[in-house]
């Protein structure tokens, strides 16, 4: 049997909805990337766990996906399924001062009902885009706020079980988290604290209207595309003192407003915004002598 058509039996056996080929670049908010094998739709956390499982069992890459924003998916055929948690039934639950809430939730929608409910903790993540799962993958953070400061649990899947980790059993890093490609995050507790309902939805819109001024928060980007290099340094401000602001490739261009992002027209390839971010590690290796890490994650 075909490897699309064992995906679509494996799926239909588990009854998961799942979408047969589909283009990458309708997913990311680079809007780049080839046909991917499929999307997968699980409804519950044990169904999903579920599904990987099967997947594992027969050989069929797969790979969490979020929002889609922090991916620069390849050009050309994915060999994979991506495994999207947009449509789990279980939702947003209120506890106290906890939270439990899905990985395919939004994570700016999570921050807006935390702050509603006067729960503070998470205010500094409110612009970043992407989903809960997609920040705990990453170790999302802004503004000295990161998501592994307030996660108390974290529910994965493991040998098609769903598998609740304590904090102190992961050992997060500046955008970093221990779980490997082949982990599927379905859902979290944070522990927030109380807040003032009035003060936190003002930091949250000062939060915003920082990052409107400085980033290019309405071109299509996947954020920042490497890692800071430490020792206080920040990336957007080297590849701005070696002049690339501006510099384009086909449809993809180093932004004008924060040299770090790469932003796209519609009709970029991800050839193009791999050739720009080549020409950037090489400039800024060869006359600063630092080797850039990506921070977005690519599906090759
Ligand atoms: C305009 C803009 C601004 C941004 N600003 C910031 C910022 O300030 N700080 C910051 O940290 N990031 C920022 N980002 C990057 C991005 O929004 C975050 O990394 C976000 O947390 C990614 O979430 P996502 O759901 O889109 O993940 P995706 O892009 O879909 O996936 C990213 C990675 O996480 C994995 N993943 C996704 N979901 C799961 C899951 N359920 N289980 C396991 N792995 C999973 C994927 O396989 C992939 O490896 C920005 C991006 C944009 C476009």
Known sequence: MERRDRIAKI????????????????????????????????????QAAQLVHALNEAGIRWSPLGYGTNLLVKDGEIQRVAVSLRTLEELLVFDETR???????????????????????????????????GAIK???????????????????????????????????????SPFTETDLILGTTLQLKHGDVAALKEEIKQ????????????????????????????????????????KAEGGATISTLHANFIVTNGAATASEVFTLIDEI??????????????EVEVWE
């Not at 670049?25 to 046909?35: A, P, Q």
């Not at 439990?100 to 729960?119: T, W």
């Not at 915003?208 to 890692?227: E, N």
């Not at 590690?281 to 990506?294: H, K, N, P, W, Y």
């Open 207 to 246: 939060y915003k209207q920082h990052r409107s001024a400085t980033q290019p928060v309405r071109d299509s980007s996947a954020g920042c595309i490497f890692k800071n290099p430490g020792q206080g340094l920040t990336t957007g401000r080297i590849i701005d003192e070696l002049g690339l602001k501006g």
């Open 281 to 294: 590690r090489s400039r800024v290796a060869t006359e600063r002598g630092i080797d850039l890490e990506l």
């Open 138 to 176: 990453m170790n999302a953070g802004s503004h000295g706020y990161e998501i592994a400061d307030v996660i108390e649990t974290v529910a994965v899947a493991r040998a098609g079980e769903v598998v609740t980790l304590k904090r102190a059993e992961i050992a997060f890093a500046y955008r970093w």
């Open 99 to 133: 939270v439990h809430v899905h990985a395919g939730y939004s994570l700016p929608r999570l921050v807006n009902a935390a702050a509603d409910r006067g729960l503070a903790g998470i205010q500094g993540l409110a612009p970043i885009p992407g989903s809960v799962g």
């Open 11 to 46: 799926c239909t056996d588990l009854g998961v909805n799942a979408r047969i080929g589909q283009k990458m670049s309708h997913f990311t908010s680079l809007k780049v990337g080839g046909e991917i094998d499929a999307i997968a739709y699980p409804e519950t956390r044990q």
